[in-house]
């Protein structure tokens, strides 16, 4: 194969990243006008969100085992198929509940694809220098298309209904199936590979149960019922996978490799990097609407520092990680994350200039951890388990994702209830919606006298406020955590040698 058309199979490969990760996060600036022109509820706005990323974290170690039974190329053609359909569907939707379900499925063909890609990059660059920055760009457009999502979305609403989030995706799927048939070679499938349907329904059922569970656990009122059969069936279905793959003479996923101290640390970055840039992103993009009263677009151009760093990282950490080694990368990427977040606590309200700088030394350092962690988790198998290998890596960013959005949100949904309890007099709003979020309060506002409507906007966002802090500096510690679990795990050496663990 010749070197251009291996790059050609890269940028279409990329493209279709592109819209899954975007999907991911496009609707964070799409979100107010969504829930105005749709009525959704509180739950229902949660669970447009949270859909996407649950179901495709479920999906995502069936689908990659698929692939490498029945070959990457036709897992990757159909996933595109799927995503292109349901992305027309829910740019119509007329309810909220349709959104939903036309989300789930788009998370369906997004499972499909998701293992593809990066099975595909694994068995298209065989060179190792070729194969690191490969593996660099793929990284840069998932963490950098996943920050870039409330731009588009920011953009598009500036001129279109908030159906345009989604409608955009079918030219390119019409363009990426086409190009994609023609050029992408048929990798042949293992038919000797057993595809486990049984298991990948345990886990399927395993980790949507558990990402549930935290979500309930941030209502303003859990339902501590509700919380314990999810926990007792998540628990219930993981236990009896877990025990099915040590048991299996072909797992799904090899449990083996978690004894390797670089595949863990590996795992731990991609989890950790996704859940504080998403959950970060998701406040941030509410945060510049809601409480600095900014446009879509003006919200969109404001975060674009975290994705144009992110991008810039991918590659450039693909370059220097044969030189550098993984595991130091890692660490050190992680270490720098928790830095650039916590500065972006003190700097939240500080100059443009400086805040940009703060986002963008964020999306350079995240970039690269998640750059890290892809390839060395992509290195660890054999190419013709590539597709496990894949679908771990992806259920590590949906499922870091899933819980990012949840982790964020039900915290800022917490600590802004219990402020404005703390803060808001009785007597300036006995309306409950108040106290659900600074969007409803918002809405109280404009029925109150000008005097008073200003008093519960100040006092509202200022809770808000309160809750922003309280998820970055979450995240940051996160990151922190992280960084010195891959520390504690290797030996002195590893940090200043070129060994990998």
């Known amino acids: 194969m010749t070197a251009s058309r291996r790059w050609l199979i890269l940028a279409i490969i990329s493209s279709a990243l592109l819209l899954i990760v975007i999907d991911m996060t496009v609707l964070y600036t799409a979100l107010p006008t969504l829930t105005r022109e749709l009525g959704a509820t509180a739950s229902q706005k949660l669970w447009i969100i949270n859909i996407y990323a649950l179901i495709a974290a ?55 694809m998701m293992p593809a890609t990066l099975a595909l990059v694994r068995l298209t660059f065989t060179d190792e220098r070729e194969q690191a920055m490969a593996f660099g760009i793929w990284a840069s457009v998932a963490s950098g298309g996943a920050a870039f999502g409330p731009v588009v979305g920011g953009l598009l609403l500036e001129h279109f209904w908030w159906g345009s989030v989604f409608l955009i995706n079918v030219p390119i799927v019409l363009l990426a199936l086409l190009v994609g048939v023609l050029l992408i070679p048929d990798h042949p499938g293992n038919p000797e590979r057993r595809w486990d349907w049984l298991g990948s329904l345990q886990v399927m059922i395993g980790l949507i149960s558990m990402a549930y569970a935290v979500k309930e656990l941030g209502k303003r009122v859990p339902s501590f019922e509700a919380m314990l059969v999810v926990v007792v069936l998540g628990t219930l279905f993981l236990t009896l996978f877990i025990r099915r793959q040590r048991r299996a003479a072909q797992p799904m996923l090899d449990l083996s490799l978690f004894t390797t101290s670089g595949f863990r640390n590996a795992v731990i970055a991609a989890v950790v990097s996704a859940a504080a840039f998403i959950g970060m992103e998701l406040v941030f993009s509410q945060r510049l609407q809601l409480v600095l009263g900014m446009s879509p677009l003006e919200a969109a151009l404001f975060i674009l520092p975290l994705p144009l760093g992110s991008f810039v990282a991918g590659p450039l950490a693909g370059y220097y990680l044969p030189r550098l080694g993984n595991q130091r990368m890692l660490f050190w990427t992680l270490l720098l994350s928790s830095a650039a977040m916590l500065a972006y606590v003190f700097l939240y309200q500080a100059a443009v200039p400086l805040q940009i700088v703060s986002l963008a030394l964020l999306g350079l350092t995240m970039g690269a951890a998640l750059t890290a962690a892809s390839s060395t988790i992509m290195l660890s198998v054999p190419a013709d388990k590539a597709g496990m290998a894949a679908s771990l890596e992806e259920v590590s960013f949906e499922l870091g994702g899933a819980v990012g959005v949840t982790l964020a949100g039900s915290l800022l949904s917490a600590i802004y209830a219990y402020s404005t309890g703390l803060m808001i007099p009785s007597w300036l709003s006995r309306n409950p919606m108040t106290f659900e979020s600074l969007d409803d309060a918002l809405n109280v506002a404009g029925t109150l006298s000008p005097e008073g409507a200003a008093m519960l906007t100040a006092f509202a966002r200022s809770a808000f406020d309160t809750g922003f802090v309280a998820v970055l500096v979450t995240m940051t510690v996160l990151l922190l955590i992280a960084a010195l679990l891959v520390k504690r795990s290797l030996p002195a050496a590893a940090i200043i040698t070129d060994d990998l663990a």
Request: with cysteine; charged share 10%.
């Open 58 to 112: 479920g999906l995502l170690l069936g689908m990659g085992t698929l692939g490498d039974r029945l070959g990457h190329k036709r897992l990757f053609i159909g996933g595109l198929s799927v995503f292109g359909l349901c992305s027309l569907i829910a740019a119509f939707s007329p309810s909220a509940g349709v959104l939903i379900g036309a989300r789930g499925f788009l998370a369906v063909g997004a499972a499909m």
